[in-house]
């Protein structure tokens, strides 16, 4: 057994010159060399009769070598071993480029599992450079499934899973271990010994599968226990003490029940608010998924301590609808409600204004012009902002700053996979609100490619006549610089809609260029039903509310990111109607096409953003990773929801027991965490 300190050159099986290769991946010590998982699988398992095997297919085979492997010098550089290889069904011609060597390891008679790619010409069928091995020996590189890792000039996929293999050998038991065994157990993980061999040498795909749960959550397990431990040292700012009532006195005057996960999210803000300190709390859920009420009921609580709420949506027509909601919602209580925004006429803002400072108002609803230096609170105790990626934390900082440490909400539709949450969120608690209300349907989405224009036209005339109406978005305004024959842009597109295709219907536009004020006319209009089909750019992403509108057509879908895509979609099946979604795109990118068909098998937004993530990988996701956590290893490849909500938990049930982790079975988890951030001190401030 070896230390998991120790370096890989001392391994048996890594001399000098592998060390170096391996030092090039950061490959150290022994613990850097079996904490390299590979980047993906190979299923090499099934083996099949020569005959079987098509041109083009990579595939495992039993055969005899039933010739000499013979050498030949082609010219200087190129060296050639060629060999005829047969099982009962047929026969392969075999050459291997520049690997001499192979010449003495291939005997004539004895058979070996080949496994290369198949060329066909007419009747030769060849394979060239297959991996092979004994058949009867110990299989490592075919028969099974095979890690490819990641790699670097100086070594091979061979030379990597052996010195992997050196490296298991060599860990023996010693294998890193930090989750305390009642964890462990409780979420029923596989030991890490089957972890570790499984990863990377997968018995089988399920074999497989629980390796990677067991890593996954330990990671995410040790990230949360890490977090979690950091929020609770940092010095809490003392807050503004709201004394809660009984929620229920709210709820029972809502037009509708609450849903199990608004109510968590209302209490845990609830308790954040009379806890002393400030509150920090985004609340994630998807588009419809009620954060509103969630809002409203913390207004509420707010009023009744006799305190300001501060609301501020990122657009004109958001305040706007948020200030009707938020009325509405409100009025049972006597709350009384004030709008505030830039385009506002003067003597208006100047009235909000006075109600604002006299406190006479407990609610102001506005966008950034709640900012001003005009606006003066008389008791702010509470800042709600939504849609938080549209401002900046600057903007947020300056709200909070017109009150004295006031408490902070932060409502997000973006459906951040919590993993990121909790990475780009690192300052904030989250709530995470699950479920939908009842009787929401699934809006059934499609898919298509141009084939099917004339069909879909024909469905929107069908949906305009049954008297719904239809959003069609498009991914720019007017001419672009690229591929401008090809992208429909919203001016010409809703111009060439109205003469030529629905001469017969009401065709408006709508676009990011126009004046804020023109913008939320039109809008406005669309959702009094003055027009049939609105043809639009993302600005009606996040907007008013439009219950009649069943059908969203999206042009070059491919153009959108998929979380976009999900909140365009989010603009229908707001009403009672059976709504669509229509993705057109031609694009034949694998990677393209394998998103669109996300979006026809799921309208979990989460789910979306997690294949989002799969299939982009993590760096796309935001731009650029520019958090300052340590680099994740399997956990950002394919995120799993469950396993993070269940390592979270378990993280939060240790440290509720061991806040400080002194017991003597915890000593690992400790230990790990003080490595994790011993290279990223001071990123949390
Ligand atoms: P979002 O989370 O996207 O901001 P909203 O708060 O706007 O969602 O809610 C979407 C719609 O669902 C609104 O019309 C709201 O009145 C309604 N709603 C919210 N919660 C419930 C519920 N528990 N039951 C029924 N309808 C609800
Ligand atoms: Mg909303």
Redesign the pocket.
């Known amino acids: 057994m070896t230390e998991l300190q120790s370096e890989v050159r001392y391994l048996k099986g890594i001399g000098q010159q592998r060390a170096g290769a391996l030092a090039k991946l950061g490959i150290r010590t022994l613990y850097d060399l079996i904490t390299y998982f590979p980047r993906g699988y190979e299923d090499r398992s099934e083996t099949l009769p020569i005959a079987a095997l098509t041109s083009g297919m990579s595939a495992c085979v039993r055969a005899i070598v039933v010739t000499e492997p013979s050498l030949s010098r082609v010219r200087r550089g190129l060296e050639l071993v060629k060999l005829r290889v047969a099982d009962d069904s047929g026969s392969i011609d075999v050459t291997y480029f520049n690997q001499s060597y192979v010449r003495t390891q291939l005997k004539k008679g004895c058979s070996y599992i080949f496994f290369g790619r198949l060329a066909a010409e007419g009747a030769r069928r060849t394979m060239a450079n297959p991996v092979f091995e004994p058949e009867d020996g110990p299989a490592a590189l075919t028969g099974r499934i095979v890690p490819i890792y990641r790699l670097t000039t100086g070594l091979s996929q061979k030379l990597m899973s052996a010195s992997v293999r050196q490296g298991l050998d060599a860990a023996g038991n010693a294998l890193p271990d930090p989750l305390p065994a009642s964890a462990a157990e409780n979420a029923q993980l596989c030991k890490a010994p089957f972890a570790y061999e499984n990863i990377h040498f997968p018995a089988d795909f399920g074999a497989l599968e629980l390796a990677r749960r067991r890593l996954v959550f330990e990671e995410l397990f040790v990230l949360s226990c890490a977090l979690t431990r950091m929020k609770s040292t940092r010095i809490k700012k003392s807050g503004i003490y709201i004394s809660t009532p009984r929620l229920e006195r709210f709820y029972s005057k809502?037009?509708?029940?609450?849903?199990g996960a608004?109510k968590r999210a209302a209490e845990d803000c609830t308790r954040d608010m009379r806890s002393g300190a400030t509150m920090n709390r985004l609340i994630q859920?998807?588009?419809?998924?009620?954060?509103?009420?969630?809002?409203a009921a913390c207004v509420w609580c707010a009023h009744e301590g006799g305190l300001q709420t501060a609301f501020m949506a990122p657009t004109e027509i958001l305040a706007a609808q948020h200030f009707r909601?938020f009325s509405e919602?409100l009025a049972p209580f006597g709350i009384a409600v004030a709008l505030l925004t830039g385009a506002m006429p003067a003597k208006q803002k100047r009235e909000a204004l006075a109600r604002i400072a006299s406190g006479e108002v407990s609610l102001v609803v506005g966008t950034h012009a709640l900012l001003s230096e005009s606006v003066a609170f008389s008791r702010l105790a509470l800042v709600i902002t939504?849609e938080q990626h549209r401002f900046g934390v600057n903007q947020r900082a300056a709200l909070i700053a017109k009150g004295e440490s006031p408490h902070t909400l932060v409502?997000s539709?973006t459906p951040i996979p919590r993993t990121l949450a909790l990475i780009i969120y690192g300052d904030l608690d989250v709530s995470v609100?699950n479920e939908l209300?009842?009787?929401?349907q699934k809006v059934d989405t499609f898919a298509v490619g141009e084939g099917m224009r004339e069909r879909i036209y024909g469905f929107i005339r069908k949906q305009v006549l049954a008297g719904r109406q239809v959003f069609i978005v498009c991914p720019a305004v007017d001419e672009n610089e690229e591929r401008p024959q090809e992208l429909k842009n919203a001016v010409d597109y809703a111009a060439e809609l109205q003469e030529k295709i629905f001469p017969e219907l009401r065709v408006g536009c709508v676009h990011g260029r126009m004046k804020a004020a023109e913008k939320d006319k039109r809008m406005r209009a669309f959702a009094d039903g003055q027009c049939d089909i609105l043809v639009a750019t993302t600005v009606i992403e996040v907007g008013v509310?439009v219950?009649n509108a069943a059908l969203m057509v999206v042009e070059n879908a491919e153009r959108f990111g998929l979380g976009q895509l999900h909140q365009l979609r989010?603009r229908v099946g707001?009403g009672k109607y059976k709504s669509y979604c229509v993705l057109f795109s031609d694009s034949e990118n694998a990677v393209s096409r394998a998103r669109l068909k996300v979006m026809e098998q799921t309208n979990d937004g989460f789910k979306i953003s997690e294949e989002d993530l799969r299939l982009r990988g993590p760096g796309d996701f935001f731009g650029s990773r520019q958090h300052g956590l340590p680099e994740m290893g399997l956990a950002d490849l394919g995120m799993d929801m469950r396993v993070l909500s269940e390592a979270q938990d378990a993280a939060n049930a240790l440290l509720r027991s061991d806040p400080e982790l002194r017991a003597p079975e915890n000593a690992k988890l400790r230990e790990r965490i003080d490595t994790l951030f011993s290279c990223n001190e001071g990123t949390f401030n």
């Open positions: 809502l037009p509708f029940l609450l849903t608004q859920g998807d588009v419809g998924s009620g954060k509103t009420v969630v809002a909601t919602l939504d409502m539709a609100i209300p009842p009787g929401r509310d219950p989010g707001r």
